[in-house]
């Protein structure tokens, strides 16, 4: 079984990519499952009830209505244990894909999309060199998984998601986005042309175009 742990900022086309990628492997003959691993919150979920009550996360309304906007920054401890209890919520996910059967595993939202999260809500700009990092990565199995960011240019991002504009998160993620695209352990998708072009670029780091 091969995993590929896809990562994008909203609005760089991950989505689009991932069914592009299912559509092509399975085409090929191959069993794919997909799974969406952004929320599996067990821990995070009584955090995030917490941060109500302490007012570190508040209701906002804009254009979409009435959203929530976490701004646990306000608290490093509560950031610290939202962390830990991220990480535990993720460790517990490891499961579920453990348990598919499949020839590929397309992991969408996993890890790195993850801490991405938490460094921009939190505000640790250094989190891609931290040891939450690395922590986060020993989440990934050891073998047969390649790691992914999809990229598009900014006014892309920003004309294809209006939330982007509203979300005071966004510059935050989007240069931690750019840091996630200097790791050496992930590969870049640029995904300023066709679909078919970014297929092909992770095809490439597959190396099993033939397979």
């Known amino acids: 079984m091969k995993y590929l742990i ?4 909203d609005g760089s086309g991950k989505s689009s990519v991932i069914d ?3 559509a092509r492997l399975e085409k090929q003959g191959y069993r794919v499952e997909c799974i969406w691993m952004r929320y599996n919150h067990y821990l995070v979920k009584c955090m995030n009830a917490l941060a109500r009550l302490l007012r570190l996360s ?19 401890l509560f ?16 499961r579920k894909v453990a348990k598919l059967k499949a020839d590929y ?13 938490l460094g921009a809500e939190c505000r640790k700009d250094d989190i ?9 990565q020993r989440l990934l199995p050891r073998r047969d998984c390649h790691q992914f960011v999809v990229k598009r240019e900014l006014d892309d991002v920003l004309g294809c998601r209006i939330e982007n504009h509203t979300n005071p998160d966004f510059r935050y993620r989007w240069a931690l986005y750019e840091k996630l695209q200097e790791k050496p352990e992930v590969h870049v ?4 042309g066709t ?7 992770i095809f490439d780091v597959m190396g099993n175009r033939n397979d």
Not at 82 to 93: E, K, M, R, T
Not at 106 to 111: A, E, K, L, N, Q
Not at 128 to 136: G, I, P, V
């Open 6 to 9: 896809i990562s994008g900022i």
């Open 20 to 22: 592009c990628l299912k």
């Open 58 to 76: 508040v209701k906002v309304h804009n254009e979409y209505g009435d959203v929530w906007e976490h701004r646990l920054y306000r608290s490093p």
């Open 79 to 94: 950031c610290k244990l939202y962390f830990w209890c991220s990480y535990i919520d993720n460790i517990i996910a490891k």
């Open 105 to 117: 595993v397309i992991c969408d939202r996993w890890v790195n999309d993850i801490i991405i999260d």
């Open 128 to 136: 891609l060199e931290s040891k939450w990092f690395d922590r986060f």
């Open 189 to 192: 998708v640029d995904n300023c």
């Open 195 to 201: 679909l078919e072009n970014s297929i092909e670029q």
